[in-house]
């Protein structure tokens, strides 16, 4: 598992192969990866938008953004946290993703750009 904090926002991520779902004789390999949002800060915040950069060892880099996470944006009162679990989809058995989250202070309107730290996905199998 990987972490971040950012203005007050700790976000960790934690990622899974997935091997029914991936055929690497055709160069499919899906990932899933959970994802925990905590409010440590004194205010509460709103999840506006993410950006993810996607790296495939395949040399491919694909940028993801759009509006909240799984459709939706959640709010977070200080203390609060909000889990989630999305997918990814390699040609190869190494990957990497990053990114951001756009929050917005529901007191004053300021917005907050909240790191997503890297995380690897390696198909186990390669690891020996």
Not at 22 to 49: A, M
Not at 80 to 87: A, E
Not at 120 to 126: G, L, R, S, T
Request: net charge negative.
């Amino acid at each position: 598992m990987v972490q971040s904090i950012t203005k007050g926002i700790h976000v960790s991520v934690e990622t899974e192969f997935q091997p029914e779902y991936s055929s690497p004789v055709q160069f499919h390999y899906v990932f899933t990866y959970k994802v925990i949002i905590e409010n440590k800060g004194d205010q509460t915040v709103q999840l506006l938008r993410r950006q993810w950069y996607i790296h495939d060892a395949a040399n491919a880099i694909k940028e993801v953004e759009g509006e909240g996470v799984i459709g939706q944006q959640p709010i977070l009162e200080p203390g609060q946290k909000h889990t989630y679990v999305s997918g990814c989809n390699l040609k190869s058995p190494f990957g990497k993703m990053h990114g951001y989250y756009q929050m917005e202070r529901m007191l004053d309107g300021q917005l907050i750009e909240v790191r997503i730290p890297e995380f690897v996905m390696i198909a186990p199998y390669k690891l020996n």
